[in-house]
């Protein structure tokens, strides 16, 4: 996702909005009159399976939902191979990957596109549809202050890769347990494409919600006495 320039990012979110309104008022916003995409999950998932095979079939497209036990990827053959195959079936795939490398290769080898559905390292779709309720509620992400209130982990990520791309701020109040921002900065490369005067990392959550325009609240890993973890956008007027 974050590898393309900021101004196709915002035409998806503009694109996405108009899809929305159409979904509201009961308008067929069929896109394809053919279309096949394969959704690869190496790991449950209720959220994003369904999500994004509700979301191809409202397009007029069809899904092959598939595992890693009902295919030979990254066993009997090679993740490379398994896209090459996968390219000459379909016309996009969607992974939900254990691991970020993995999403990688099979993106490298395949001739189709290939969605992040999440991998250990980010989380974009997740962040995209983040920004684009923040839109909804506050206006443009550029002139706005997100609170990420929690642990350092892939949603976390993605929002700094979100605001390094569309502008605005990020204030990170990690949990004192979940400090190690590797995961949240992984091999540098996330912090280094973003100013740090867009994103500061201050551990302390009423230090990062202050004068923030939206929180994120999420708790991935629930401590003895916490309340399980959730995703709270708070916007403020």
């Known amino acids: 996702t974050w590898e393309h320039s900021s101004d196709e990012i915002k035409a998806i979110l503009t694109l996405a909005e108009a899809l929305k309104l159409l979904h509201q008022a009961g308008i067929s916003y069929r896109a394809f009159d053919a279309g096949l995409a394969i959704s690869i999950f190496r790991d449950n998932s209720t959220r994003t399976r369904f999500s994004f095979d509700a979301a191809m079939r409202q397009l007029g497209g069809d899904t092959i939902i598939s595992t890693s036990a009902d295919m030979q990827l990254g066993r009997g053959e090679t993740i490379a191979d398994t896209a090459r195959v996968l390219s000459r079936y379909v016309d996009a795939i969607m992974i939900r990957a254990s691991r970020h490398s993995n999403l990688m290769e099979l993106a490298a080898a395949a001739t189709i596109p290939v ?14 549809a983040d920004v ?24 976390a990520t993605s929002w700094i890769q979100a605001v390094a791309s569309l502008g605005g701020k990020l204030r990170l109040g990690l949990r004192t347990r979940h400090r190690a921002v590797g995961r949240c900065n992984p091999r540098g490369r996330c912090i280094a494409r973003c100013p740090a005067r867009q994103a500061h990392l201050v551990h302390e959550a009423p230090r990062a919600q202050r004068r923030g325009d939206c929180d994120v609240v999420r708790l991935a890993h629930q401590a003895q006495g916490e309340r399980p973890g959730e995703v709270v956008p708070e916007h403020r007027g």
Do not use: F
């Open 115 to 128: 969605i992040n559905g999440v991998t250990n390292l980010t989380h974009p779709c997740q962040v995209m």
């Open 132 to 155: 684009m309720t923040l839109e909804e509620h506050v206006g443009p992400l550029k002139n706005r202050t997100v609170a990420w209130v929690g642990d350092g982990n892939n949603v």
